[in-house]
């Protein structure tokens, strides 16, 4: 399963960025789709991720500030990052689960200037 991460950049602290992933049609209608992100010397941390369903779950440091969306026409999936921090940059990985096993991106690199 290929999946195709866009969107990061640079961005002064405040700022906002969307993120976008797209995934196979054939594995996108119904799975959870979401993001992790690592930052320089740190674990990969997950950020958020969104069901089949469109419920969605969020780490509590982005909670009000990040909303996950998924759009069923494209196969994608959106992180709308608002109100940045200098703690928010990283690498951020966007994966899929299919039958409990996930599959990761790339990644796509979020600076945050203070």
């Known amino acids: 399963v290929q999946l195709q991460a866009s969107g990061g950049g640079l961005v002064q602290a405040g700022g906002s960025l969307r993120l976008s992933c797209a995934a196979p049609?054939?594995?996108?209608?119904?799975?959870?789709m979401g993001w992790h992100r690592q930052a320089p010397g740190t674990q990969r941390e997950w950020v958020a991720s969104i069901r089949g369903s469109g419920d969605t779950d969020y780490h509590p440091s982005v909670k009000d500030r990040f909303t996950i969306s998924r759009d069923n026409a494209k196969n994608t999936v959106d992180l709308q990052m608002n109100s940045l921090k200098s703690e928010d940059a990283g690498v951020y990985y966007c994966y899929i689960a299919v039958f409990g096993r996930q599959y990761w991106g790339r990644g796509t690199q979020v600076t945050v200037s203070s």
């Open positions: 049609g054939s594995v996108f209608t119904g799975n959870t």
